[in-house]
C-alpha cells in the first residue's frame, strides 16, 4: 500500500504560537507533496505543492512566510502555521505522490485539525 | 484558472433510492477523480476515469467520463446509509505536476 501519516491529528494552541504540521510517506518516498485546507463541509483547498530539495510553489492568495513549508526529505513534508491566529483555524490535510511515477495518484493524510484559541 | 463545478452540493435521500453527482468543467482534465471522505478523515479514492466516454462500475456506483473530458457524473444505486459522506470529484492537471482541482463537494446523508 501507499500509506501516508500527518502528525499530529489534533491540535489546540493559543493566538500568536506557530505550529508544525509533519507529513510523511511511510512506505514510499515521495519527491512531491501536496498541502490543503479545508473548511467545515466545504471541499479541499491546495494551498502550495511542496517538492522534495527546493523551495514550495504556493497557490495565489496563500501567504508564504504565514504557511511555511519545508521537504527535506523523500519521506517528509512540514507544514508551519507561524503566529497563528483564530481564522487560521481549519482542517489542513497533506498528500504524497510516490516519485519516478508521474501519473500514479495522489495518497491522503487524514489530516490535522488546528484549533487556535 | 481550471474550475469544477459539482452538483448538488447537499443531498439527503432514503435509503433504497438512487442518485447522481455532476461534476463539470470549461477545461478539458488529463483524468478525473472521484473521492469520498468521511468527518475528521483524509479523502479517499473511489476511482480515476481517464478516457473520454468512459463508464466504470463499483459494486453499486458507477462512474461516467464525458467524450468531451469536460464532465463526469458519479450515480449511485439503491443508496444506504453507510454511503454517507462528502462526495468530491477532482481533475487532473497533468502540466501541473498532476496538482488536483477540487470541485466543491456532495454532501451525501443517506437516511435509514
Known amino acids: 500500500g501507499a500509506v501516508v501519516s500527518q502528525h499530529p491529528s489534533r491540535v489546540i494552541c493559543k493566538s500568536g504560537t506557530s505550529v508544525k504540521i509533519e507529513c510523511r510517506s511511510l512506505?514510499?518516498?515521495?519527491?512531491?507533496m501536496f498541502w490543503y485546507r479545508q473548511f467545515p463541509k466545504k471541499s479541499l483547498m491546495l494551498m502550495a505543492t511542496?517538492?522534495?530539495?527546493?523551495?514550495?510553489?504556493?497557490e495565489q492568495g496563500v501567504e508564504k512566510d504565514k504557511f511555511l513549508i519545508n521537504h527535506a526529505s523523500l519521506t517528509l513534508s512540514t507544514l508551519t502555521v507561524t503566529s497563528a491566529h483564530p481564522e487560521d483555524s481549519s482542517f489542513y490535510i497533506c498528500?504524497?505522490?510516490?516519485?519516478?511515477?508521474?501519473?500514479?495518484?495522489?495518497?491522503f493524510g487524514d489530516g490535522t485539525r488546528l484549533s487556535i484559541l | 484558472t481550471q474550475l469544477l463545478e459539482q452538483s448538488p452540493q447537499f443531498l439527503s435521500i432514503q435509503e433504497g433510492e438512487n442518485l447522481t453527482v455532476y461534476c463539470n468543467s470549461s477545461s478539458v482534465f488529463s483524468s478525473l477523480q472521484w473521492y469520498r471522505q468521511e468527518p475528521g478523515e483524509g479523502p479517499v479514492l473511489l476511482v480515476t476515469?481517464?478516457?473520454?466516454?468512459e463508464v466504470k462500475k463499483l459494486k453499486r456506483l458507477t462512474f461516467q467520463f464525458g467524450d468531451a473530458r469536460k464532465d463526469s457524473s458519479l450515480h449511485i444505486t439503491a443508496a444506504q446509509p453507510g454511503d454517507t459522506g462528502l462526495y468530491l470529484c477532482?481533475?487532473?492537471?497533468?502540466?501541473?505536476?498532476?496538482?488536483?482541482?477540487f470541485g466543491k463537494g456532495t454532501l451525501l446523508t443517506v437516511n435509514p
Open positions: 498528500s504524497a505522490k510516490r516519485s519516478g511515477h508521474s501519473n500514479q495518484p495522489q495518497h
Open positions: 512506505d514510499f518516498q515521495a519527491t512531491t
Open positions: 477532482a481533475g487532473v492537471s497533468r502540466g501541473s505536476n498532476y496538482k488536483l482541482t
Open positions: 511542496s517538492n522534495e530539495g527546493s523551495k514550495a510553489t504556493y
Open positions: 476515469v481517464v478516457t473520454g466516454g
